[in-house]
């Protein structure tokens, strides 16, 4: 039988140490690979934080121009007037005038009776808004979004009290702001290749979303 054939010494030797650094090599890849994959990571974290910043001012921005509307309209002394027909014509009236975020807007008397500029009435008295400015004594105050009671409609309500000269409160001037201009900036936030933003309120209900389904039907935290 004869003998397998036998290398020499050396040449067994380089054949291990090849070996050898050949698995060192490879675990060094390995380890590139797994920090460049925690840096890629790192920045597509970092770069879904600034895109979210970003549309949370873009947020503040429309509802800060919304209220310098608010508070135009709300300085007109036709909002004093006592007689509810005339001042309802004066609330129609400022339907061209509207920015394209709002639904509309409205005026409620104290005891929560409502005119809108769509010619709508409601009584109002039961909604947040209401309660914060005519039992709370806030100035101004940004309604939890809700299903309007004039139009059905998802909106979130920013309201001012109307005082009379002497202080005294003689109303609510309100801005709906639809839930679709919320949407449409939500849409605009894109995180990796298929994420997406969205926005809840501090119930954890969805007031903004890609899906018109999931607006004001689905609530984050009774899911989780």
């Excluded at 050949?22 to 925690?38: M, N, W």
């Excluded at 879904?48 to 919304?66: E, F, M, N």
């Excluded at 920015?99 to 008397?109: K, P, Y």
Aim: aromatic residues 6%.
């Amino acid at each position: 039988m004869s003998k397998g054939r036998r290398f020499p010494l050396t040449l067994r030797i380089s054949a291990a140490v090849g070996a050898m650094l050949t698995a060192v090599q490879v675990v060094v890849i390995l380890i590139v690979g797994a920090y460049q994959s925690r840096v890629v990571g790192s920045l597509i974290e970092e770069e879904s934080a600034q895109i979210c910043q970003a549309r949370a001012t873009q947020l503040g921005v429309l509802i800060d121009k919304l209220y310098l509307q608010l508070l135009t309209f709300a300085s007109s002394d036709k909002l004093l007037s006592p007689n509810r027909a005339e001042l309802g014509g004066f609330i129609q009236g400022l339907t061209p005038y509207l920015a394209g975020e709002l639904s509309g807007i409205l005026f409620a008397w104290p005891d929560g009776e409502c005119i809108t500029s769509y010619a709508a009435s409601a009584n109002v008295s039961d909604q947040d808004y209401f309660k914060a400015i005519m039992s709370e004594d806030s100035n101004y105050t940004v309604g939890s979004p809700a299903m309007s009671k004039t139009i059905s409609l998802p909106v979130v309500v920013l309201a001012q009290a109307i005082n009379d000269r002497e202080g005294n409160k003689l109303g609510i001037l309100a801005l709906e702001v639809k839930l679709d201009a919320l949407s449409d900036v939500a849409a605009s936030i894109k995180v990796g290749a298929s994420g997406f933003g969205w926005i809840v309120d501090q119930r954890g209900l969805t007031i903004a979303h890609k899906d018109p389904g999931k607006v004001m039907a689905f609530n984050m935290l009774e899911s989780a």
